[in-house]
């Protein structure tokens, strides 16, 4: 045998078992591919070897060539199959990880829950059912007549200009306030009567923290025969407690409203100091809550009840501002900003 054809057999059996070896300890599939590159790349030592047969005896080349093959072949199905195993364990290590229960129930949609004024919207109308009221429901698009007129504020009542409008097309306007329902309620119903409107007003209002053009008012009317102030302050006492689950003192003062005569502004003593005085109630004691009073007979009039047989009790109540109290939500903006950061947490 020639000199070089002994130490191309020898350094294909070396290659051999080195690659081989390597293959074997490779960790990740990017050593394997170092290995594959470097024993049978294209410049890898294989092909440097081949190269050199041409200098070999035909029948030593032959030879040579078989071992170089099945050098090759032994090499390219050891890094096949290592590449398989690093294949299968990527495989399985992502199944792993992915892995889901299917038994387990869908998750479904987001659960909601009410807004804070629609809660006490609805805690109140049970409450008023329970004593007996209807709940009734009213347009937001009011007449001129429902909404004023009717409530005893003509034309050239300066009292218009306390609630500025949004006017629309044909005469019609959005509702400043619930009392039109009152009187729709009258139209109806008739004597005797014991009704709640909660419902969405309007005002042309610059909104600040505490003013909107949209907020959310109830109003209430109860007409019998001999309705006296006693018979207002127990319902609106009983509302209170209601709403804020403790006792609460309330107090009249003299307020002016068309529509009822005597009327009143209904303030509680302050729930944040007790009266003491704070910020919330501006150092007072007290915070208006609502306005109220015995209806006016024009009103009782003008919906065809006789004032002299019937007469009654209304209120008109700020939700917005009641739940704002409640809450302890110092700007009304919040509300209504459509941050579910914000609603989420009540
Ligand atoms: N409608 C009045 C307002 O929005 C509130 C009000 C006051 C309603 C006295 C009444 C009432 O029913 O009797 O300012």
Sequence with gaps: MENSAIMADQSIQELESR????VASAGSPEELEAVRVEALGRKGALAQISKEMGKLAPEERARIGKLLNSAKQKLEEALESKKRHFAEAAL???????????TLPA?????????????????????????????????????????????????DHPARDAQDTFWLDGGNLLRTHTSPVQVRGMERLGP?????????TFRNESVDASHEHTFYQLEGMM?????????????????LTGVFQREVTVRLRPGFFPFVEPGFELDIQCLICGGAGCPVC?????????????????VLRMSGIDPEEW???A????????????????????????DLRFLEQF
């Design 223 to 239: 007409i019998d025969r001999d309705v006296s102030v006693g018979h207002l302050i127990y319902f609106m006492k009983t509302m």
């Design 315 to 338: 209120f008109g109540l700020g939700l917005t501002r009641l739940a704002m109290m409640r809450y302890g939500i110092d700007d009304i903006r919040h509300l209504q900003g459509g």
């Design 192 to 200: 005797p009567l014991r009704m709640i409107a909660p419902g969405r």
């Design 107 to 155: 998750p479904g949609p987001r659960r909601g829950h009410l807004h804070p004024i629609t809660r006490i919207q609805r805690e109140l109308e049970d409450l008023f059912v329970s004593l007996g009221f209807t709940v009734l429901d009213g347009p937001e698009v009011e007449t001129e007549y429902h909404n004023f007129d009717a409530l005893n504020i003509p034309a």
């Design 92 to 102: 399985r290590a992502r199944l792993d990880a992915e892995w889901i229960d299917l």
């Design 19 to 22: 690659s081989l070896a390597r």
């Design 311 to 313: 007469n009654g009790f």
């Design 282 to 298: 501006k150092q007072s004691g007290w915070v208006e809550q609502l306005g109220c009073g015995l209806v006016h007979p024009n």
